[in-house]
Nanobody, 126 residues
């Protein structure tokens, strides 16, 4: 089982980036997939999650309305479209998977996720 996050880079404030999470060894649609981020000097925080089965989504308040999580079952990929980026979005972003059908109260808890990909760095700066 392996997850690989990609798509990070440098963006200007107000710009967009799309992160990708590729899975090998299991089907993403059978797992809840989360995105977390860790900014310099801060703790890792949950950003978004898409639940297994019905695909219900969750977003942190800081990104709601700007980020969109989606899943392409045919490609076994999960994406995080990030629009209207702000300097405070600068962080290393991680994707992770859970065998649980997570509900909103569970998505922020890192211990609910079984596998983690390496991070991809997003820098928002002019």
């Amino acid at each position: 089982v392996q997850l690989q996050a990609s798509g990070g880079g440098l963006a200007q404030p107000g710009g967009s980036l799309r992160l990708s999470c590729a899975a090998s060894g299991f089907s993403l649609d059978a797992s809840s997939i989360g995105w977390f981020r860790q900014a310099p000097g801060k703790e890792r925080e949950g950003v978004s999650c898409i639940r297994s089965g019905d695909g219900m989504t969750w977003y942190s308040e800081s990104v709601k309305g700007r980020f969109t999580i989606s899943r392409d079952n045919a490609k076994n990929m999960v994406y995080l479209q990030m629009n209207n980026l702000k300097p405070e979005d600068t962080a290393v972003y991680y994707c992770c998977s859970s065998q649980l059908r997570l509900i909103a109260s569970e998505v922020r808890r890192e211990s609910n996720y079984d596998h983690w990909g390496q991070g991809t760095l997003v820098t928002v700066s002019s």
